[in-house]
């Protein structure tokens, strides 16, 4: 008799589940590095590193901090392959670790587009919000900017780069008929300015504008005075605590902007208005959010997976705390924006041609 003996093979089942298994636990491991790096990044290992390498005692002396600690994260950042090390066979407190030099714009410079411990601080202070949310998820609550201690610092800090930057210096000036208006001495109006970054980039790129940022949140209008001071702008750029949707002058201003901030309100259809009343006939609203496919589908990409990400842990919860309130959450497609523009009164509005990875230009039409 002859007895064949058959290797079964994994049905799909059995595959998808591998699979689903196999990513969350890569998601474990990275959550857990986000958490190194942000360790790295405020204890100024980084920076020490940066400036030359060091072995766990030397990093330690440099920077004030405990050697065992430092000897430990030393060991996992180079596991990882974000710093190198010149001898692995060498005794652990001798051992020498690097930062390369393609990873110092990544991790010390802040004014660097690549810069990231930004998102890293935020993504672990929406999550360290979770026992919070699971409260509000289950009464229909919220929870505002303000309850989420510091996720204002590291909201303000993402976006620096940019707002310092290309979004000033580039593509602002792509928006028809902004950069003849600033270049000639325009007002503008910022509105939910945060810690006042976007103002001060414009102001910083348009030497002859005027800018008024407008945030309801004191402690952000008081620190975007302070970088306001810190960055020699101080005299065209003014800071007010005070609600978007009474905010400004009739009239007032040759260009309005929102960044990033839209899909945040309880009231989107009321702000949106008064920016259609602060800005002068002849002149530009502009809403700056975030890049989401046109319509949902599933499973979605990156871009998605991000903000529904930020959506459920910020956000929406953020949008929720006053009532009543849209609940528009992060992912705000073009045609909700659409939908709140006309309500507001506007005639429509434009996807504008600005290519951004995190970032969509709208230009709302007045007439």
């Known amino acids: 008799m002859t007895t064949t003996t058959e290797t079964p093979t994994e049905t ?27 360790l790295g990044s405020e204890l100024g290992w980084y920076r020490a590193l940066a400036d030359a390498p060091a072995t766990a005692p030397e990093l330690a002396a440099r920077t004030g901090t405990d050697a065992r600690y430092a000897r430990e994260w030393l060991e996992q950042q180079a596991v990882t392959g974000i710093l190198t090390v010149d001898d692995v066979a060498a005794a652990p407190d001798e051992r020498r670790y690097a930062l390369p030099e393609a990873h110092r714009p990544v991790l010390v410079d802040r004014d660097d587009l690549a810069y990231t411990p930004p998102f890293v601080h935020a993504a672990l202070v929406f999550t360290r919000q979770v026992p919070r949310l699971l409260e509000v998820y289950r009464s229909g609550g919220g929870l505002s900017w303000a309850e989420m201690g510091d996720a204002r610092d590291a909201q303000a800090a993402a976006n620096r780069a940019y707002f310092l930057g290309p979004m000033a210096a580039q593509d602002l000036p792509a928006v028809p008929g902004v950069d003849e208006a600033l270049r000639a001495g325009g007002r503008v109006a910022d509105v939910g300015c945060g810690m006042g970054w976007s103002a001060i980039g414009i102001a910083r790129a348009y030497p002859a504008a005027r800018v008024d940022g407008f945030d309801v949140d004191e402690p952000s209008v008081e620190q975007a005075r ?19 949707a009474q905010a400004g002058e009739p009239g007032g201003y040759d260009l309005v902007t929102a960044f990033e901030c839209v899909h945040d309100l309880a009231d989107p259809v009321a702000v949106l208005a008064a920016m259609r009343r602060m800005v002068r006939p002849d002149g530009t609203v502009l809403v700056v959010d975030e890049p989401v496919a046109e319509r949902f589908t599933a499973p979605g990409d990156g871009v998605e997976r991000l903000m529904y990400g930020y959506s459920l842990t910020c956000c929406l919860p953020d949008g929720l705390s006053t009532r009543p309130s849209a609940g528009t959450g992060t992912v705000m497609r ?27 230009f709208y230009r709302l039409r007045t007439g």
Request: overall charge negative; hydrophobic content about 50%; proline content about 3%.
């Open 226 to 244: 302070r970088n306001a001071e810190e960055h020699g702008v101080a005299d065209r750029v003014r800071f007010t605590t005070a609600d978007a």
């Open 334 to 360: 073009p045609e909700t924006l659409a939908g709140y523009a006309r309500a507001a009164g506007f005639t429509g509005v434009d996807v504008l041609s600005v290519a951004h990875d995190l970032f969509r």
């Open 12 to 38: 799909p089942t059995a595959d998808a589940t591998t699979a689903l298994a196999d990513r969350l636990l890569e998601a474990v491991t990275a959550g857990l590095e986000l958490a190194a790096v942000h």
